[in-house]
């Protein structure tokens, strides 16, 4: 029997394109029929490998989840960017291509991303989620995040509620 490799790592320049591509993937099966379509590929359109290669020369804590060499997911992560919530640590974005959901890459990639904050000193962690992106939402119930805030966010002109999830 053979092992197949899976590793959660941090990003680098080289896997620029290969970000674009998941993140448009996973966008596309999270909210296609949701966002309007225009305003979905054009969000998409502008997260190219150029885009990425940007986000990751700044350092900012972008996490990948390789499986035997091919990138199943990413999520970024950093401090805190509303300061309405009692939490220092932020999950920007955890995604992963449609065809690696559900088998447990999610939860791997998760704790990874909450491990990088935890050394970073930087105390609880948060997540916002579209409330419209109902398996995101079991997700992070399911992870142990509770509710704790409200906000919204305006795509093509429709405006959707989000909730924030938080883990102290």
């Known amino acids: 029997m053979s092992t197949i490799p899976i590793d959660v790592r941090a990003a680098s320049e080289k896997d620029a394109d290969q970000l674009a591509g998941v993140q448009a993937r996973a966008w596309q099966g999270a909210y296609r029929g949701i966002i309007p379509g225009l305003a979905l590929e054009r969000f998409i359109g502008e997260r190219d490998g150029r885009w990425w290669q940007r986000v990751l020369r700044r350092r900012m804590g972008t996490l ?35 065809d690696y959901q559900g088998v447990g890459l999610g939860a791997r990639l998760f704790n990874a ?6 050394t970073r000193r930087l105390k609880g962690t948060v997540a916002w989620v579209l409330d419209v992106n109902e398996p995101a939402v079991a997700f992070y119930r399911a992870m142990g995040g509770q509710p704790l805030a409200k906000s919204g966010e305006v795509f093509g002109g429709t405006r959707f509620e989000k909730t924030a999830y938080i883990w102290r």
């Open 64 to 98: 990948v989840i390789d499986f035997d060499g091919t990138l199943a997911g990413y999520a970024t992560c950093g401090p805190v960017r509303r300061r309405i919530v009692p939490a220092d640590g932020e999950i920007y974005e955890l995604y992963l291509d449609p």
């Open 113 to 118: 991303a909450a491990k990088h904050l935890a």
